[in-house]
């Protein structure tokens, strides 16, 4: 019998999760945010498509097979559609675009390994856009003018039953990074795109081109009807105000009145009930509902476990027939009763 499966991960910038000058060029239109990518991609074809229509900046496609006989994996290989898919830059002034080539880095392959009927495939792919970004950085030189280095590092795990499994390893601390299985269905998600971090130390021997890769963190991808939210609120008549929260800091306490419905553009958060912990929750994620349709008071405490930043429409501005149908599959509270 012989197992196959491809994962892939794309990773794209969010609109609003820049600041300083970088934000004021997206602003200015010198260049785009992304559109929230697909949540669906079906294999290398649909990647290249989605490269060609500018969707996204960089790719990481990890494509294997194993040969299983009696129950044993006999032997096992990547395919060829394994590599990085980079995108290019467009810088747009006036009537007038250049488009900048991205730098490739080489891609890193691990030698796979075998496991109790499984066997594991590890690539890192990544590199830095042609654009020149001179800025200050806390290591020698001090000054840097190139940009800084970005990459995904993907596990694939095939097992002798015909299953498979996927797992974001590390990934630059900034852009967003979007996961698929390999159903096609985005599974996994980076949590925080850290702007600040990435441009102060994602360079020279601060990636895994220097064997030092970086943790990412990895938050449970939303429900079809918060995606959906998401894009009332985010693309809807009314533009929501966008709030930044710093690591500790409370965005609702359970008891207080509130009328705003949140969304989570970037970090995480933690749910608490009676000062009992009841979940932790990630980009995409739409919070307080229940004040909205209730009593106009919280029914838990959210705390900022990270940097955070989310965007807060009023009730007025909410489709309630949908925030009543998210309601019930949250039941978040319920379920410490």
Request: contains cysteine; hydrophobic residues 40%; charged residues 25%.
């Amino acid at each position: 019998m012989r197992v196959e499966a491809t994962a892939v991960s794309l990773s794209w910038i969010p609109s609003d999760s820049l600041t300083g000058g970088l934000k004021v060029g997206m602003d200015l239109r010198l260049s785009h945010w992304d559109d929230p990518l697909p949540d669906r991609v079906a294999g290398p074809d649909e990647v290249d498509r989605l490269c060609r229509d500018d969707r996204f900046r960089f790719g990481n496609l990890l494509s294997a097979w194993a040969e299983v006989e009696g129950g044993e994996i006999r032997d096992a290989g990547l395919h060829e559609d394994s590599r990085l898919v980079m995108g290019a830059t467009t810088v747009t002034i006036g009537p007038l675009g250049a488009t900048f080539r991205a730098v490739s880095l080489p891609t890193l392959q691990r030698q796979p390994v075998h496991e109790d009927g499984s066997v594991r495939f590890v690539q890192t792919v990544g590199g830095r856009t042609g654009v020149p970004l001179p800025r200050p950085v806390p290591h020698p030189p001090f000054v840097r003018w190139q940009a800084p280095t970005v990459w995904t590092t993907l596990a694939l795990t095939l097992r002798a039953d015909g299953t498979s499994e996927v797992e974001l390893v590390g990934a630059s601390a900034f852009p967003r990074h979007w996961v698929y299985d390999a159903s096609g269905a985005v599974s996994l998600k980076s949590g925080l795109a850290d702007q600040g971090r990435w441009m102060a130390h994602s360079f020279g021997d601060r990636t895994p081109w220097a064997d030092r890769d970086r943790e990412a963190m990895v938050v449970a991808v939303e429900s079809e009807l918060e995606r959906q939210l998401s894009h009332d609120i985010m693309r809807g008549a009314h533009r929501p105000e966008v709030r930044q929260l710093p690591e500790g800091l409370e965005l609702t306490r359970q008891g207080e009145p509130g009328d705003e419905l949140y969304l989570v553009l970037d970090g995480l958060v933690r749910v608490d009930v009676d000062g009992r912990p009841l979940a932790e929750l990630g980009p995409g994620a739409v919070l307080g509902e229940r004040a909205l349709l209730e009593d106009g008071r919280r029914t838990s405490t959210v705390t900022a476990i990270t940097p955070l930043r989310v965007a807060a429409a009023p009730r007025d501005q909410v489709d309630l027939d949908k925030l009543r149908l998210l309601a019930e599959t949250h039941h978040r509270e319920d379920s410490l009763a």
